[in-house]
């Protein structure tokens, strides 16, 4: 599903390498988690997945597609294979609930009457029936994050990438993000989640892909993550809401 082979990405040539020569599969239907410090490349990675920038050597292939020879304006295309959640929920604030997930098929000309049917569902999926006409600001940041994947997943993307979902939540709220997610793959979808939060991925026990200084240095099954923790709740406030 994705492929990097070989990848290197340099933004600044007098600085080390953003990735350097990394290679690795994700086959359709794995759910990985990209972990590594701050500055490891693990953003890097999920911009060259939606070419959004791209490799300075080696080549990026997601459904099959080396992604250097896709056109420019088919790459709209691309990216409505994937679903995108970030840290920081990024909703439209002046929007409902139900008009930021309908929004996102309104954009790719999904007919009223679609629309209709599947935003109920969609928002069940995550958790948030009956909470359709509600604003973002009228939300927790778990339920904002819920419509974000909401949104991301509405129009059945084959992937699903999200950089840090669970950053700006309490540990408690994180674990029924993972649920979601974790749900979400069982449905068939890939999912790559980029994080530094251990007690998540040692509680998860999926594969987990470690990224330092943009190297490669860890790709296992059912991996744990015993990793710097910048910025995160601690490991026993997370443990305990588990
Ligand atoms: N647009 C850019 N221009 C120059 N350097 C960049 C750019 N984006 C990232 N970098 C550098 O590339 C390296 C990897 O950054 P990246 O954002 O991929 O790491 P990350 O693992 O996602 O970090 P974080 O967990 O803090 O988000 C860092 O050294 C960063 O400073």
Known sequence: MIRFDNVTKVYDQNSRPALDSVSVEIDRGDFAFLVGSSGSGKST?????????????????????NVANIPSWRVPKLRRGIGVVFQD??????????????????????SRAVIRETVPEVLKTVGLEGKDHRMPHELSGGEQQRVAIARAIVNKPGILLADEPTGNLDPTTSMGIMNVLDRINQNGTTVVMATHDNVIVNHMRRRVIELQDGRMVRDEAHGIYVGSQEGQPSTEAKESAL
Request: no cysteine; charged share 20%.
């Open 45 to 65: 990675f999920i911009r060259l997945v939606l070419k959004e920038d791209r490799a300075t050597r080696g080549a990026v292939y997601v459904a099959g597609q």
């Open 89 to 110: 929920f990024r909703l439209l604030p002046n929007k409902t609930v139900a008009s930021n997930v309908a929004f996102a098929m309104q954009v790719i000309g999904k």
